[in-house]
């Protein structure tokens, strides 16, 4: 199973972001879409999960604060801001997170923590970015982090 993991989007979803998820099975969103029409645009690649994020405003609040689901027998658990973490749910082996604009691909313990990084405002140095993450019978295959211009 080939997921794109995203965060950090602020508004519109670049040609370059959109085509680099063009084919994955699945979309994790870490949140700060803004719009909901970002949201919908990332439903036409594939089926998303994702959490509001902090820029997130009344019109997503439907979004969940957190959120665990189980792909490719890897459970994950999304949540925008890492200081929000706290103790992942003990069966997690994957925290995807954004916030920070900053890419991540960090194992504390068992667990990995993930952040794609902005597809449109990157900080501290690093470049427009998100992930492609292969995952089959409870293994992660592969983690590419996707520069986007």
């Known amino acids: 199973m080939l997921l794109g993991i995203c965060s950090d989007i602020h508004r519109q979803l670049s040609a370059q972001a959109y085509e680099a998820l063009e084919g994955v099975d699945r979309i994790l969103c870490a949140g700060d879409l803004e719009l909901p029409s970002v949201l919908i645009e990332l439903e036409t690649i594939a089926?998303?999960?994702?959490?509001?994020?902090?820029?997130?405003?009344?019109a997503l609040s439907d979004l969940p604060?957190?959120?665990?689901?189980?792909?490719?027998?890897?459970?994950?658990?999304?949540?925008?801001?890492?200081?929000?973490i706290g103790i992942p749910p003990a069966t997690c082996q994957v925290v995807v997170h954004g916030h920070t604009h900053i890419p991540r691909n960090e194992?504390?313990?068992?667990?990995?923590?993930?952040?794609?990084?902005?597809?449109?405002?990157?900080?501290?140095?690093?470049?427009?970015?998100?992930?492609?993450?292969?995952?089959?019978?409870?293994?992660?295959?592969?983690?590419?982090?996707?520069?986007?211009?």
Do not use: W
């Open 47 to 58: 089926p998303v999960t994702c959490v509001r994020g902090n820029c997130d405003g009344p």
């Open 65 to 84: 604060f957190s959120q665990s689901i189980t792909l490719g027998g890897i459970e994950f658990f999304l949540i925008h801001r890492p200081e929000d």
């Open 107 to 149: 194992v504390i313990g068992k667990v990995r923590y993930l952040n794609p990084g902005s597809t449109r405002k990157p900080r501290g140095g690093s470049q427009n970015s998100l992930i492609k993450m292969e995952v089959a019978d409870g293994e992660i295959k592969n983690i590419e982090l996707v520069t986007l211009d």
